[in-house]
């Protein structure tokens, strides 16, 4: 079986390789194939992967090229995890909206607008290519901001491109493990959009068990979302949110504490990765052992601002393993293998979420078979979330809309609407900012 991983340069990578050398059952995959625009960064990546395959001797074979359509060709799989404008992209996201006293992270508010309108045009072409050059493959899309992405594949796809991400998962392990459960056991009450949405229940034995976390305080307290929100807040909204909704509750000191730190995220790991593929230029490199060295020190920074905002402390050890690419394989095993099993994912609504069309890309538990994912079944959201969510979905296809028909105006709008922007003024100003740093704009009229 042939997996084609778009972004093949990437940084991650070796996490789904590594997962892949773990499975050695029937209907594997046998071939890996790298696609990525920066050859120096694909050939950094390549040797990781071969010492990651020291020793097996039934590894998948990974071959690396610069080829779109070659890459695509006859593949069984698609991981899209491509960054459009590189980490300095990401960083420029960061720095025009913190100039405008506005967040500017890569999936929530202006940042994450700013990386939409710059990923969409790229996405949709690549979907385009995978309908005509490997129309029976299945897209996995890890390319953020992934709920927004994963929507603007789906009209060119279908229901063959899910997104994925790590964050529910791990919100529903953190609960499950405090809550002194398997989280192989439990059933997550899961609802909204990617980097929006909130657990409202998490079951055990068919016994809701996430009542008795609300009602004990301490217990409450004692993990990452605990810590990050506040016992107070999450008994007051009598669920616990993805860690991305701090920046909502919290947009005032998120804000601030990005603008005070030294550097922001996206500058951090600008810098960060630069320094690693500098290393693994040096032909003596320990590949492997760089590489690992660099993915911990990630790990233990990721939402450093916030967590010091909430005054969290450190990530505890069992939050710094990832898990992305454990959601990607499980979800590939499960297609390819008809092994049928439940996961959260963003895809098509199809009336799951009656407040949303039926196209809108949310993210929710699915089950998955030979046939795709199918989006459960789940319980209206409160109001307050449901506010939300329809705010954030209509500033979605104002990216899209403005994506598609180049029009600057609404991209503006896009902008404007969204709650973390308080003033169309300010959104005029950065469709400005980010036409003005990035080229990849240009098409803004």
């Not at 420029?92 to 929530?108: I, K, Y």
């Not at 940042?111 to 990923?119: H, K, S, V």
């Not at 059933?187 to 929006?196: P, R, S």
């Not at 990050?228 to 998120?254: C, K, M, T």
Request: net charge negative; aromatic share 6%.
């Amino acid at each position: 079986m042939k997996l084609t991983i778009l972004g093949g340069g990437g940084f991650r990578v070796p996490l789904v390789y590594g997962a892949l050398l773990t499975d050695h059952a029937e209907g594997r995959v046998t071939e890996v194939v790298l696609h990525d625009l920066d050859a120096g960064r694909l050939g950094a990546v390549a040797r990781v992967l071969a010492e990651q395959a020291a020793g097996s001797p039934d590894a998948p074979t990974v071959t690396a090229t610069t080829d779109l359509d070659e890459a695509l060709r006859g593949a069984d799989f698609v991981f899209s995890a491509i960054r459009v404008g590189g980490l300095e992209g990401r960083a420029d996201d960061e720095g025009v909206a913190l100039a405008e006293g506005v967040l500017g992270q890569e999936t929530v508010g202006a940042g994450g607008i700013a990386y939409g309108l710059r990923t969409v045009p790229v996405a949709v072409d690549i979907a385009r290519r995978v309908a005509r050059l490997a129309p029976d493959a299945w897209v996995i899309n890890f390319t953020n901001p992934a709920g927004l992405v994963t929507e603007a594949m789906s009209r060119h796809l279908g229901d063959r491109v899910i997104g994925i991400c790590d964050s529910p998962v791990g919100l529903g392990r953190r609960i499950a493990r405090v809550l002194g459960a398997n989280p192989e056991e439990a059933w997550i009450d899961y609802v909204g959009l990617n980097h929006l949405g909130w657990v409202r229940g998490l079951h055990i034995a068919g016994r809701d068990e996430l009542p008795r976390l609300l009602a004990d305080p301490d217990l409450l307290g004692s993990f990452e979302e605990g810590k990050l929100f506040g016992v107070d807040w999450l008994q007051s909204l009598g669920a616990i949110p993805n860690e991305y909704l701090h920046y909502y509750y919290f947009n005032r000191e998120a804000v601030r504490a990005y603008q005070q730190a030294e550097k922001t995220r996206g500058a951090f790991l600008r810098d960060q990765q630069a320094h690693f593929y500098e290393e693994m230029r040096k032909p003596d490199a320990r590949a492997l052992a760089t590489w690992d060295r660099t993915r911990a020190e990630r790990e233990a920074t990721y939402m450093a601002e916030n967590r010091e905002t909430a005054g969290a402390g450190e990530r505890d050890a069992d939050d710094l393993s990832g898990g992305y690419e454990k959601v990607a394989l499980a979800l590939m095993r499960a297609i390819a293998r008809d092994e049928r099993t439940t996961l959260i994912l963003n895809v098509r609504n199809r009336g799951t979420l009656s407040v949303l069309d039926t196209e809108a890309v949310i993210e929710v538990p699915c089950l998955v078979d030979a046939n795709g994912a199918h989006p459960v079944t789940v319980a209206p959201l409160p109001d307050h979330a449901t506010g939300l969510v329809c705010a954030v979905k209509a500033v979605e296809r104002e990216v899209l809309a403005a994506a598609g028909s180049g029009s600057r105006a609404t991209a503006v709008k896009a902008f404007a609407l969204h709650p973390l922007v308080d003033s169309v003024n300010v959104a005029r100003r950065l469709v400005e900012g980010y036409t003005d740093v990035h080229p990849g704009l240009s098409y803004l009229k």
